[in-house]
C-alpha cells in the first residue's frame, strides 16, 4: 500500500520559514494536500493542488510537489501557526495520509 | 454556512455494532463526493472511507482495515451520510471526522467529530 513519510517534528524561531516535508513515491506524479489541526480542533485545509491556497488561508502558506517530495513552506511563522501538519494524496481511488509532524515555534 | 454534523458516536463492547450519521447543510450534498476520517487517541489522520457523488454512481471505497465490517451509505434526500460499522474493535477507537471532498482533490470541509470507544 502507498505510504507518506512526514518527519515527526519541526521546531522554528517566530518570523523564520518552517519547512515540512512530505515524502511518497513518485508524490509529485499526484496532487498533494495540507491539513493544519490544532489541539481540540478538526483539520483544515491549508493547501491543496500541490500549491493553491483555500480562500482564507495566509499568504505566509505555500506548496510544492516535486519527484518523491512535497513540501509545505510557512514564511514569517507565527505563534499561532503551532499546530499539526498532514499532507495527504489519492492512490488509486483511496487517500492516504502522512503520519504527521507537530510544528513547535519557540 | 457550509456544515457538517456528525452524531452517533457511543461506548459500545468489542464486536458490537454502530452507525454514524453526518448531517451536511449550505451546499448540493448529492454533487460531492464524501469521506470519513478517523484519529486514534493521541494519534495521526486515518481514511476509512469514501463514497462519490451521485453523479458518478455513488462508488464506495474503503480502507483494508475497515474492509468488510463497515459499510458507507448516502441519503441524499437527507442531506446525510451514513457509516454502519460492524464487528468492532479496539484498534477501531476514534473520533470520527466526517469530510466533503471538494473539486480540488482535497477535503475542504470537515465536521467536528465524533467519538467511539470500543471497550468491555
Known amino acids: 500500500s502507498y505510504e507518506l513519510t512526514q518527519p515527526p517534528s519541526v521546531s522554528v524561531s517566530p518570523g523564520q520559514t518552517a519547512s515540512i516535508t512530505c515524502s511518497g513515491d513518485?508524490?509529485?506524479?499526484?496532487?498533494a494536500s495540507w491539513y493544519q489541526q490544532k489541539p481540540g480542533q478538526s483539520p483544515v485545509l491549508v493547501i491543496y493542488?500541490?500549491?493553491k491556497r483555500p480562500s482564507g488561508i495566509p499568504e505566509r502558506f505555500s506548496g510544492s510537489n516535486s519527484g518523491n517530495t512535497a513540501t509545505l513552506t510557512i514564511s514569517g511563522t507565527q505563534a499561532v501557526d503551532e499546530a499539526d501538519y498532514y499532507c495527504q494524496a489519492w492512490d488509486s481511488g483511496t487517500v492516504v495520509f502522512g503520519g504527521g509532524t507537530k510544528l513547535t515555534v519557540l | 454556512e457550509v456544515q457538517l454534523l456528525e452524531s452517533g458516536g457511543d461506548l459500545v463492547q468489542p464486536g458490537g455494532s454502530l452507525r454514524l450519521s453526518c448531517a451536511a447543510s449550505?451546499?448540493?450534498?448529492?454533487?460531492?463526493?464524501m469521506n470519513w476520517v478517523r484519529q486514534g487517541p493521541g494519534k495521526g489522520l486515518e481514511w476509512v472511507s469514501g463514497i462519490s457523488d451521485s453523479g458518478s454512481g455513488g462508488s464506495t471505497y474503503y480502507a483494508d482495515s475497515v474492509k468488510g465490517r463497515f459499510t458507507l451509505s448516502r441519503d441524499n434526500s437527507k442531506n446525510t451520510l451514513y457509516l454502519q460499522m460492524n464487528s468492532l474493535r479496539a484498534e477501531d477507537t476514534a473520533v470520527y471526522y466526517c469530510?466533503?471532498?471538494?473539486?480540488?482533490?482535497?477535503?475542504?470541509?470537515w465536521g467536528q467529530g465524533t467519538m467511539v470507544t470500543v471497550s468491555s
Open positions: 449550505g451546499f448540493t450534498f448529492s454533487s460531492y463526493a
Open positions: 469530510a466533503k471532498r471538494d473539486n480540488i482533490n482535497a477535503f475542504d470541509i
Open positions: 493542488e500541490d500549491s
Open positions: 513518485k508524490l509529485g506524479d499526484k496532487y
